[in-house]
């Protein structure tokens, strides 16, 4: 009993510890998407934040300065994607796309210049790293908790507020938002960054918390995972924190499952194990979410009438 | 959705290669010797690191240029492979099992080059493949992590689920076994793609999961992924053991050992061969007796290290050499039963 007690313990600390950046990134997501910005480039926010993260720490020795340094290249990224998005009305799927793919190309090609190690930063101390609050065992640091409270923090900013409700509304008919007088570009530009801000805490902790320096494509898709977990909550943070935390549940008791010998089916096969999420993810879509229905002005440029 | 991911990465490496290509011999010299790393880098601080290290000891000892390619995908080591041989660099050593195919394919266009190839054999006149018994190392650290560990728990942690990574866990297995019969080990591998050569995150995640269930030494044997396992190990307060480099000094302390395999001396010994004038094909096969493996002892582990646990290695180490214990090859019959 006390075992079973612990394995559970154990396994929803895990979950959390691995649903930690997808809920940041969701939450970021939410807000950029809420406000009719695809965004495809969290991967790439993410990546990027968690080399600049992790280079910076290990250059200055100092913690914040690393996780500064993630939300400022994070920010960057963002600033970009608004840029062509916003201002100059690109295609956001291609935007986001061509993130990704200068952050997977250029964190290697900026680490290889900078550390010599094959694209990867210097490991880091214990010192320069966001080491556990409470509980070691866990490994509860602070942007875990962060990312817990990200989530009534968004729910709160999108339901609760004035900038909440313009925001939902620039999302589904930016026309009349435009026509209230209030300006569609900043209010996207001010979703965009907050998305930055929420990625570039996630890319910290990929690289200063759960692990101790960067490597590359260290994100392993889990930027994607994210925009997943936010089409299964249907664009509300509250289930999309709950879908995090079902890949996060997955992973973990695949992780913790492997090469444990499950009473009366004997031990499970290693592949069947790791390609669980998946079929779960698959089976979801298809028999439970339902219907999601995106922001209506999602993925339209805005352009104001003359 | 990583699936696409990948390619496009591809694309982009690929891309980069014109700009950043291999840096050439610049000396003028008999020998134009060259390296095309595996997947897990040349810094995964463990094998293709050991490479590397047995090259910079060729290129300071003879100075002589050796061209160096990292690759960032599978994909490329035809490439690379074609590219030095076309460039006439001669000899090529190829780092790792995944490279065979396109080997035997390149060394078949260029019967003249001569290639050596590490952990995996290609039958061809122009090609040297060199093996290591690797499951007798592991079976000496695997007594060491039986003597070491206190809750009878021992965990082994691989890279990418393959015949080669089960040797590993094979022969620390039949070491712990012979140290302590009660003795218990969990296994886990990291993939069953090459990506699980470079995926720290979720090997510190493995390794965190076996810890929970008791485990207070990991035997982590899976390139780059290691560096991961070991960070959990050390962050929890456990025992790690590393692999194919002396890799005690990543965590000085945490570290009970690391089981040594000599890529570093293949190397050089195939560089200096081609230099000699004495290179030769076929397969060499190198175990404890050949020194090709080894366990790891210095200031770094020396303090976990007791002198019983010395002298029992050493016994062990001594029986294998002489043919008293018979370590039992998981890839002889793809099993970890004899």
């Not at chain 1, 609760?160 to 300006?183: H, I």
């Not at chain 2, 290609?122 to 018994?133: A, D, I, T």
């Amino acid at each position: 009993m006390e075992e079973t007690l612990t394995f559970v313990t154990l396994t929803l600390a895990a979950t959390l510890r691995v649903a930690t950046p997808l809920v940041l990134c969701a939450m970021g997501g939410l807000f950029s998407e809420k406000s009719g910005i695809i965004d495809v480039g969290l991967e790439g926010k993410m990546l990027m934040a968690a080399f600049f993260a992790a280079a910076t720490a290990s250059l200055t020795g100092s913690i914040w300065a690393g996780v500064g340094a993630g939300i400022v290249a994070a920010e960057v990224m963002a600033l970009l994607h608004g840029v062509a998005c916003i201002t100059y009305r690109g295609n956001q799927v291609v935007s986001g796309i061509a993130l990704n793919i200068l952050a997977a190309g250029l964190t290697v090609v900026l680490g290889t210049a900078w550390f010599a190690r094959g694209g990867q930063t210097p490991p880091l101390g214990d010192s320069e790293r966001l080491m556990p609050i409470f509980f070691p065992v866990a490994r509860d640091n602070i942007l875990v908790y962060a990312a817990l409270l990200s989530v009534p923090f968004t729910w709160w900013a999108i339901a609760r507020t004035r900038f909440g409700l313009r925001l939902r509304a620039v999302g589904e008919m930016p026309l009349a938002v435009d026509g209230a007088g209030v300006s569609v570009g900043w209010l996207r530009y001010r979703a965009v960054l907050l998305c930055g801000l929420f990625a570039g805490l996630a890319g910290a902790y990929l690289s200063m918390a759960q692990n101790a320096g960067f490597s590359r494509d260290m994100t392993a898709g889990q930027g994607f995972i994210a925009l997943a977990a936010i089409i299964f909550g249907k664009w509300r943070p509250f289930p999309a924190f709950g879908a995090c935390l079902i890949f996060g549940l997955l992973d973990a008791v695949a992780i913790r499952l492997q090469g444990v010998s499950v009473p009366g089916v004997g031990e499970v096969p290693v592949q069947l194990i790791q390609a669980l999420p998946y079929l779960l993810t698959l089976f979801l879509l298809a028999g439970f979410i339902g219907n999601a229905v995106a922001p209506k002005a999602a993925g339209i440029p805005y352009e104001k009438e003359h | 959705m990583k699936r696409w991911v990948g390619p496009l990465i591809a694309v982009f490496a690929v891309a980069c290669l014109g700009v950043f290509a291999p840096v050439q011999a610049q000396t003028p010299a008999a020998i134009k010797p060259a390296v095309v790393f595996s997947t897990g880098g040349k810094f995964d601080k463990s094998f293709n690191e050991g490479v590397s290290q047995g090259a910079e000891k060729f290129k300071k000892d003879t100075g002589i240029a050796v061209a160096e390619f990292e690759p960032s995908n599978e994909t490329q080591f035809e490439q690379a492979l074609r590219r030095f041989a076309q460039r006439g660099q001669d000899p090529i050593i190829a780092v790792g099992f995944a490279q065979a195919v396109a080997l035997e394919k390149v060394a078949k266009e260029f019967p003249n080059i001569h290639f050596t190839i590490i952990d995996s054999v290609v039958n061809l006149p122009n090609v040297q493949s060199v093996v290591f018994r690797e499951q007798e190392g592991s079976f000496l650290v695997g007594v060491l992590a039986a003597l070491a560990s206190k809750t009878g728990k021992i965990g082994f942690v691989g890279g990418m689920d393959i015949p080669l990574v089960r040797r590993f866990q094979c022969g620390f297995e039949q070491g712990i076994k012979y140290a302590n019969p009660n003795a218990e080990l969990i296994t886990n591998m990291t993939g069953t793609t090459p990506a699980a050569w470079n995926d720290p995150g979720r090997g510190a995640e493995l390794a965190r999961g076996q810890i929970d269930r008791g485990v207070d030494v990991v035997y982590a044997a899976a390139g780059s992924t290691g560096l991961g396992i070991l960070q959990a190990t050390k962050d929890r307060g456990k025992l790690g053991i590393g692999v194919d480099s002396n890799q005690n000094h990543l965590h000085p302390g945490n570290m009970l050992t690391s089981m040594l395999k000599r890529v570093d001396v293949a190397t050089y010994e195939s560089f200096k061969a081609a230099m000699d004038h004495q290179w030769k094909g076929g397969t060499q096969v190198l175990g404890l007796k050949e020194g090709g493996v080894d366990w790891a002892l210095d200031k770094d582990n020396e303090k976990l290290v007791t002198p019983e646990m010395k002298a029992k290695v050493e016994a062990a180490k001594a029986d294998i050499i002489s043919g008293k214990i018979v370590v039992h090859d998981y890839m002889s019959n793809n099993s970890c039963n004899r």
